[in-house]
């Protein structure tokens, strides 16, 4: 039986569903029909009548044909033909007008070594940030691997491979990361240790889904990690863990 | 110059070519610095994932070893995730037998998948769907997600199915909910979340399939309902 704030709960989410649909159908109208536009703008020009002037639409501007209708109305003949020297000069004033324009809006990028194209390699380098680690486990000598941790990366292509910590607390000579992003291959993937402590890290480039993994400790020992669901599809009884790579 | 020279050409006309002939100036370098970037690799760190059958030391594990490759290879299926089963096993210490086995098995799932999965060709992909078939997905299920998905990649999906019914969510509703999602463009990172949150709830001790029920509906909320059943099947038009 299931209380009154429950079913006003799902009755506000479907409330909330309806709204979402509709303005989601709303947001994107058709374009204008043709037939229509042309009905009206024909109803403005009966309207108007004759004396209403096409809008100019090519290169003489407002300014320049206001110019000419003057010269017209005083007896001068239409200049309709510039100087080819002045156009020149003009083009020349508008590629050093670009040029200057280019050269601010380029900044730095262009003359300083550490401009934004080395900041973007630094942000989307392929070594991990190590901020990721949970440095609240403690070192007590128990084979305790910590979550892998997902490193936020810069690609933004759904399937592109992603950073991935890992990490493993316990007293070894090896540890190694294995699963089927590296062929179950217990040497592609070693831990390092981190200096004076039982930690052991490593990462890898993941691509999105799900993933099955393990450690292999001192080249034989075969530990899952227990914070992460297990696998349930093991073929030869000893369960990995299942991970799931979120795109970015 | 003369002040004359600039004036005869509008202000207007001067202004526009300006910022034009600028973004152009300001776009070329980088526009050619990207086409000479190598392409990203969808995995930064290629695995060899050749193994060597001499390692078997059960011939006849071996002659099937050997068979199941040929034949894998002969259909078109991606024979990467049968060396990588050889490999588990072997670094697992399972028995030879056992991993001839677990491999032909493997094989047998990746076919029905590839069929499924038709037209992809992507190992990842295929596999995933071998997964979900391990898990209990019917080959149906690979079939509807194709058909909600036709032309993009359905590792993602495929694998947050298989969590799902791994997590106690009856198949028939995981992929009922999956595939809505996936027809009303869910995105990979959406799925894959609604399939971190199952998990959450599901760790904390709520059955998979109420806690999947709570969060499927939430997803779907987000959503623009598949153009045959939502309300946009008429499209809006203008009053006039």
Partial sequence: MRSDEELMNESMDEHDDVLQRARAALAPLPPANPAA???????????????????????????????????????EPRRSNRSPQRRWFAGAAILAAAAVVAVVLRG????????????????????????????????TGDETPYPAVLVPATEDASMEAVPVFFGFVGSARTVALV???????????????????????????????????????????WVRDPSAPQAPDDDFGKPGSVLMVTPQ | MSAYAVGYVSAASLCVATVLLAVALCVWPQSAKAQQRPPTSPSAEPVELRVDLNAIPDQRARAVLLA???????????????YGKIR?????????????????????RLMSAQTALAPARASDEIAAGAGALRQGVPV????????????????????????LVAYGVPTARATSQVRDLVR?????????????????????????????????????????????????????????
């Fill in chain 1, 37 to 75: 536009v042309a009905r009206i703008l024909a109803a403005v020009r009966s309207d108007a009548g004759a004396d209403v002037q096409p809008l100019r639409l090519h290169r003489e501007t407002n300014r320049e044909s206001h110019r000419e209708s003057h010269r017209e109305t005083r007896g």
């Fill in chain 1, 108 to 139: 730095t990028d262009s003359t300083a070594p550490n401009g934004t194209d080395s900041l973007a390699v630094t942000a989307r380098g392929d070594a991990p940030t190590v901020v990721a680690v949970d440095t609240n486990l403690s070192a």
């Fill in chain 2, 184 to 240: 009303r463009g869910a995105t990979n990172a959406q799925l894959v979340e609604l399939s971190t949150n199952v998990q959450r709830d599901v760790a904390a001790g709520q059955p998979g399939a109420r806690a999947f029920d709570s969060h499927a509906k939430r997803a779907l909320a987000l959503l623009v309902a598949p153009p045959s059943t939502s309300i946009t099947a008429q499209p809006p038009v203008r009053p006039f």
């Fill in chain 1, 179 to 221: 699963g089927d992003f590296n062929g179950w291959d217990a040497d592609s993937m070693p831990l390092t240790r981190v200096d004076g402590t039982d930690r052991w890290v490593t990462s890898a480039r993941i691509v999105p889904g799900r993933h099955v993994y393990a450690f292999v400790v001192d080249g034989a020992r």
């Fill in chain 2, 140 to 163: 149906s299920a690979l079939r509807a997600l194709r058909a909600a998905r036709p032309a993009q990649s359905l590792t993602v999906p495929l694998g947050v199915l298989t969590e």
């Fill in chain 2, 88 to 108: 588990e096993g072997m670094a697992k210490g399972s028995p030879d037998d056992r991993i001839a086995e677990a491999v032909s098995q493997l094989a047998q």
């Fill in chain 2, 68 to 82: 199941t490759m040929r034949d894998a290879g002969a259909q078109g299926v991606p024979v990467e995730p049968l």
